[in-house]
């Protein structure tokens, strides 16, 4: 860790350090470029909130998802990673070196590198951040076995969420999903599947009002927005599919974008995104996968092709 300097220059700047940032982090710093780090507003990334992790390879025990970042953050310094704990609010891609500013510096790079994630939607109740990792989560593949056996709810009525309720379907002895209208956005192939599973109940124009439980979720108290009764609905678990959004916003008017402001790759099966010598990785570009492993994986990518880039133009 250092302290912030108001004007550094490097020759790989990566913005983001979660398991995107900390695996192409790693790879730089083995290939001598001496990468720097901004950490960004939740350092380690989406993992820092998820209590066990027992989907990473080389953790046959399982880990805590603080614990395993602590881990990614460490082996990346080992091999010179400079990790500076900054916001980046603002980037010009017009020119190189490539300009960051931050809250606490200005930084200029050679290759820049974004990780800067995605962040997954909330309803925004205080009952629903107090039970956060007690029992709500936003992630059925990285958390759905804790609940097996168990009532849950999903929340959403997307592709998502159809296809977040058939996979619990596969561990959870029930699962309902509750959704605001009469009628789903999903595709209609994923509706199907789930409105023939057995094991799913749809709760038609239903919100959630409240998420009940002090240590752990024990119900949800559901309003009816066609104007009908409130209801408590027992469930141990709920899982918001309502969407992420990406940590796009600095690069909207200079990277290409999809509609939904997911940075596009400008080479298939690359990092490379439209303007050259800027690289992306992670789930700031994934709205598939949105797997620590999969955001390990492009990271590695961004670090290699962001390597090869500069050799290039040397």
Not at 40 to 54: F, H, K, N, R, S
Not at 164 to 179: D, K, Q
Not at 197 to 222: A, P, Q
Not at 274 to 280: A, H
């Amino acid at each position: 860790m250092s302290d912030v300097n108001p004007t550094k220059h490097s020759k790989v700047l990566i913005l983001g350090a979660g398991p995107a940032g900390y695996t192409a982090a790693l790879y730089a710093a083995r290939a001598e470029l001496e990468p720097v780090v901004i950490a960004g507003p939740e350092p380690g990334g989406q993992l820092t909130t998820t209590t066990d992790v027992e989907n990473y390879p080389g953790y046959p025990s399982g880990i805590a998802g603080p614990e395993m970042m602590e881990d990614f953050r460490k082996q990346a310094e080992r091999f010179g990673t400079e990790i500076i704990y900054d916001l980046a609010t603002k980037a010009d891609l017009s020119q190189r070196p490539f300009r960051v500013e931050g809250d606490g510096g200005v930084y200029t790079a050679d290759a820049l590198i974004i990780a800067t994630g995605a962040t997954a939607k909330y309803l925004g109740l205080p009952s629903e951040q107090r039970l956060r990792n007690k029992g709500v989560t936003a992630c059925a593949t990285c958390d759905g076995a804790f609940y097996r056996g168990q009532d849950v709810a999903v929340i959403g009525g997307g592709d998502t969420a159809m296809e977040e309720a058939l996979f619990l379907t596969r561990m959870c002895r029930s699962v309902h999903i509750i959704h605001r209208r009469d009628e789903f956005r999903a595709s209609k192939v994923m509706q199907a599947r789930a409105l023939e599973s057995d094991k799913i109940t749809v709760h038609w124009n239903r919100e959630v009002l409240e998420v009940l439980g002090d240590d752990g979720v024990t119900g949800l108290r559901l309003g009816d927005t066609t104007g009908g009764p409130e209801e408590v609905l027992e469930v141990t678990g709920m899982f918001l599919a309502i969407g992420h959004v990406p940590n796009s916003t600095p690069f909207a008017e200079q990277l290409e974008l999809d509609d939904q402001g997911y940075i596009k790759v400008g080479r298939l099966g690359s990092s490379y995104t439209t303007i050259e010598g800027v690289f992306v990785c992670g789930d700031v570009a994934d709205k598939v996968y949105r797997q620590a492993i999969t955001a390990a994986g492009t990271g590695c990518m961004a670090a290699i092709d962001a390597e090869r880039w500069l050799a290039e133009q040397e």
